[in-house]
């Protein structure tokens, strides 16, 4: 009989060369529960797999990033998104030296919790539960728990840390209130998730008709360029070039991911012009009305009829009030709007 193949302890012995400062996968703090080792695939790798085959991963091709329900085929979705933000920070991750298998799982999974309809999705669920809503914190709940019908994905300390940590909320890109992932891996994520988006946003909003290309203040195109390519290979090399040390082979003591102070004022400058352009006007058209209606309306319906919650949810160990919380962050803009008109009728 031949031997097993040792590829995983190959690979670990590879991440040897890794920069001091990477996460090496066989010194995880480990799972929630305790698993055997996978005889291919490091930890990291074996959550990535796990991310990619989840329902809520699948579910986020149908889940608005800004734009609700757009009619053109080109608007990008909370799945084109997440692939983004995986593509910038595995580019990123393997230029410094990092744990490229890491931050590519903390990219996929950083929002499985998103609700649908974009933004307002997460406003009126806020507004509606009492203990809050926060999307980063979602998403971790669905791989602890939601996710394989209560038994969730039971990933590593490092991805689940970055997952919940990648979030900003209004705060500006590395300013006060920024907050920090626990690994550098989780951290690049976080400024990987900014890159996207202020870079794609720009481009829906155009292609909405909600702004031009000049619309977009001068001294950011000095800065960051005059196209949405130009803007990303900027910024990557930006953060790539101002990280360095993270590599081992510099400054020690300077050993963070971040940017130039031009390129983050820029970035702060673009981020801002985002929310006074286009996301806080995009609270008030009559699609977002219309969803946050619909949330509302479900969110009402199933507090009243705790038993027709589908199983998964029905059955998890929590208060009713959470259950239906749940199950509605969980579901796609068409599926929401779907439900709510026929509770409606």
């Given at each position: ?115 649908p309809f974009g933004h307002i999705g ?67 994520c976080k400024i990987a998730d900014i ?151």
């Open positions: 009989m031949a031997s097993r193949p040792i590829v995983r302890e190959e690979i670990e012995k590879k991440e040897e060369t890794l920069s001091p400062y990477a996460v090496k996968s066989k010194f995880s703090r480990g799972r929630l529960k305790r698993e055997e080792p996978c005889p291919v695939r490091t930890g990291f790798q074996r959550d990535r797999d796990r991310v990619i085959h989840s329902k809520a991963f699948r579910r986020l091709k149908h889940k608005t990033q800004v734009f609700i329900a757009p009619t053109g085929d080109h608007y990008v979705t909370r799945l084109t998104h997440t692939l983004e933000v995986s593509q910038i920070a595995r580019t990123v991750a393997r230029a410094l030296n990092l744990n490229e298998d890491l931050a590519e799982a903390i990219a996929l999974g950083h929002d499985l919790g998103h609700t997460e406003q009126v669920l806020n507004e509606l539960y009492h203990g809050g809503f926060r999307h980063n914190e979602q998403s971790l709940r669905v791989v602890d728990l939601l996710e394989r019908e209560g038994q969730g994905l039971n990933l590593t300390w490092e991805v689940r840390d970055g997952i919940l940590n990648h979030s900003k909320g209004q705060a500006e890109v590395l300013g006060e209130g920024w907050g920090d992932a626990g690994t550098l891996e989780g951290r690049i890159v996207a988006y202020v870079n794609h946003d720009v481009e829906d909003a155009i292609r909405a008709g909600i702004i031009s290309p000049d619309d977009v203040p001068s001294s950011v195109a000095a800065t960051l360029g005059h196209t949405h390519s130009q803007r990303v290979n900027t910024l990557v090399c930006d953060i790539i070039s101002y990280s360095w040390p993270v590599t081992g082979n510099g400054d020690l003591a300077g050993a963070t991911i971040g940017m130039s102070p031009e390129v983050l004022t820029a970035t702060n400058v673009l981020r801002q012009f985002l929310f006074d352009r286009v996301y806080y006007p995009s609270l008030a058209e009559e699609e977002a009305v219309e969803a946050g209606r619909a949330l509302r309306l479900l969110h009402s319906h199933f507090l009243r009829h705790e038993d027709r919650l589908p199983r998964e949810f029905a059955s998890l160990p929590d208060e009713k009030e959470r259950k239906v919380i749940d199950y509605i962050a969980g579901m796609t803009d068409q599926y929401a709007l779907r439900l709510a008109g026929e509770i409606s009728q």
